[in-house]
């Protein structure tokens, strides 16, 4: 399967990363003319596709154009909330709902 799009995104990606192609391919542990191959639009299995989203800061839904990047707060506040142990994010989530209760005037 092509998609053209997926390829333009995940090279603007590596651009920005400033890796060539031959530097990701390596850290993917795949062939430089593979590469070039899914920069050219092929889509990469499930397995090499986190993978590349991993290492280029982003998701499988953008590459894939599913869906906009998370935006720098957006990030930054699901970081933190992973930081947490799991006690704590109950805390955080239990506060996140009563604070939005009371803004939807359901309290």
Known sequence: MKDVGFGRRLQEKRKNHS??????????????????????????????????????????SYLLGFSDELQTEDRVLIEKINSLDEEQQKVVLYLLNAYTEYKNGQR
């Not at 003319?33 to 982003?58: C, F, K, M, N, V």
């Open 19 to 60: 890796l060539t192609c031959e530097e990701l391919a390596d850290k993917c542990f795949i062939n430089n003319g593979y590469l070039r191959q899914i920069e050219s639009g092929e889509i990469p299995g499930i397995a090499l596709l986190i993978q590349l989203s991993d290492l280029l800061d982003t998701s499988p």
